[in-house]
C-alpha cells in the first residue's frame, strides 16, 4: 500500500475547487505584508505564505514559509514539505521534503512525522529504511493519528522490516479504521489484508490449526472478506474447534450469502437439503441451489438435478433433473456425465438413447472418471454398442475395478461367469461377486440376487 502525504488536497486542490474568490477572500483576512517582516510572528508570517499559495504565488509563499520556519513555525515547514513533495511551484525535490516534514516532526507535528515515515519505507529523499518507517509510523499512532497505525499495519501485512505478522497487522488496521480513515490506498490494502487473512485461514484449517482459522475468518469478515463468513459457518457446521452448532453455520451462511458468497448460498442449500440444523425443506433447498447455480456454481447445478431426480414426488421431475445435470455436465462436472449418461441408457426425462449415453458415459472416462469407463464396459457386455468387443470390457472393467467401483468387480464377475471376453471361471466369477458385494455393490434386481445367491451360496447377502 502507497499512502498519501496528509493534506496534500487541502494545500493543491482548495484554489481549484472553490475559485479565485475564495482565495482573495484567505488572502485578505491574511496580515498584511506592508507589516514589517522582522515585526511578524511566525503564525502572522505562515498565514501571509498560505494565502499566497492559495493564490498560486509559489514564490511568495515560500518566501514567507522559510521565514515562518525560521521562527519554529511546524506548519510552514509542513507546507514547505508539500510544495518540495508535489512540484508544485518548484522543483520536486524529495530531499528537500524530507528535511522540511523532519523539521516539522522534531517540532512534534504528527502529520509530519507520518510524512518522515512514509518517505523512509519508500525509500524517497532519505535511503529506505523500514526500522526508520516503524519508529516514525509508531511515534505517529503514540499521538492518536490514524495514518499512523495505517503505516504500522503496512509494515506488518507486508513483513517490510518486520516479521509478517497479519493479525498485528489487522490490529493496527481496525485502529486507523476506527476514526473513520477512508483513504483509497489504505482501503485498498485493507482489503488485500482480508484476502490474505482469508487464506491464512484456509492454511490453517487444512493444517488443523481450527482456532486460528476461526481467528483469521472473523477478521477476514470484519474487514469485508464475504468468505470469511462462510469459513466460520463452516467450522460450526461440523464442529472443528468449537461445539458444533447447525444453528450458528446457518446464521454465518446466510451473512456470505447475503454479500453474494456463491458457496454460501451452495451450503445453505445442503443444509434445507439434508435437514442440518433446519426442517429439511426441498423448497428452500431448491431455492439456494437455483440462486448458486444462476451465478455459475456447478455444484449447485448438480445438486439441483440430484434433488429433482430423487427427491420426493412434490419435486420430483426427470426432466428438470436431466436438464441441470446437462448444465453441470457442459461444465466439465464428471459425476454430472455419468448422471446424463444413466438417463440417457434408461430413457428418463427423455427417449432412451443408447448413442447419448455412451457419448456421456465416455466424456467422464476420457476425464478419468472410473465409473464412465465401468458404465461404457456394461454397455459392451450387455451388446448396447456396434460391434461389442468382450475383451476391451474386460479390460475397462478390470481399470474401473483398481479404482475400487464396486460394479466394476460385478461386471468381472459377470464376464467370468458368462465367459464374455475371458475363459469361462465359476470360481473367479465368485470371487469377483464376493468383492463387489464387500466393496458396497447392492443386489437390487430380483433376478441378480437369485443368479448370485446361486453362485456364492451362504456367502451371497
Known sequence: MKRTILFVLALCLCFAVFGTAFAETVAADAPKAETPATEMTAEELYQIGYAALQLQDYGKAMEYFEKAADLGSADALFDMGIIYYTGEGVEQDYGRAFECFQK???????????????????????????????????????????????????????????????????????????????????????????????????????AQDYEKAMTCYQLAADFGNIEGWRGIGYLYDYGLGVDQDYGKALEYYQKGADLGDIKALYNLGVMYCDGEGVKQDYGKALEYYQQAADLGEVDAMYNLGYVYYYGP??????????????????????????????????????????????????????????????????????????????????????????????????GLGECYY????????????????????????ELEDPTEQAHVKEVLGEDAK
Not at 155 to 178: H, N, S
Not at 350 to 357: G, L, R, V
Not at 424 to 431: G, L, T, V
Open 313 to 410: 414426488d412434490t419435486v420430483q421431475d426427470y426432466a428438470k433433473a436431466l436438464e441441470w445435470y446437462l448444465k453441470a455436465a457442459e461444465l466439465g462436472d464428471t459425476d454430472a456425465m455419468i448422471e446424463v449418461g444413466y438417463m440417457y441408457n434408461h430413457g428418463q426425462g427423455t427417449e432412451q438413447n443408447d448413442e447419448k449415453a455412451l457419448e456421456y458415459y465416455q466424456k467422464a472416462a476420457d476425464l478419468g472418471e472410473p465409473y464412465g469407463i465401468a458404465n461404457i464396459a456394461w454397455m459392451i457386455i450387455e451388446d448396447r454398442v456396434p460391434d461389442p468387443d468382450y475383451a476391451k470390457a474386460v479390460e475397462y472393467f478390470t481399470q474401473a475395478a483398481e479404482s475400487g467401483v464396486p460394479d466394476a468387480l460385478f
Open 104 to 206: 516539522a516532526a522534531e517540532l512534534g507535528d504528527a502529520r509530519a512525522l507520518n510524512n518522515v515515515g512514509d518517505l523512509y519505507e519508500k525509500g524517497l529523499g532519505v535511503e529506505q529504511d523500514y526500522a526508520q518507517a516503524l519508529k516514525y509510523y509508531q511515534q505517529t499512532a503514540d499521538l492518536g493519528e490514524a495514518y499512523g497505525y495505517a503505516g504500522l499495519g503496512e509494515l506488518y501485512r507486508c513483513g517490510k522490516g518486520v516479521e509478517q505478522d497479519l493479525l498485528k497487522a489487522a490490529e493496527y488496521f481496525k485502529k486507523a479504521l476506527e476514526p473513520g480513515l477512508d483513504d483509497p490506498e489504505f482501503l485498498q490494502a485493507v482489503e488485500e489484508l482480508s484476502v490474505s487473512l482469508r487464506e491464512a485461514g484456509l492454511d490453517a484449517f487444512n
Open 418 to 441: 458368462a465367459g464374455k471376453g475371458v475363459e469361462k471361471d465359476p470360481e473367479k466369477a465368485a470371487e469377483y461377486y464376493r468383492q463387489a458385494l464387500e466393496a458396497g455393490y
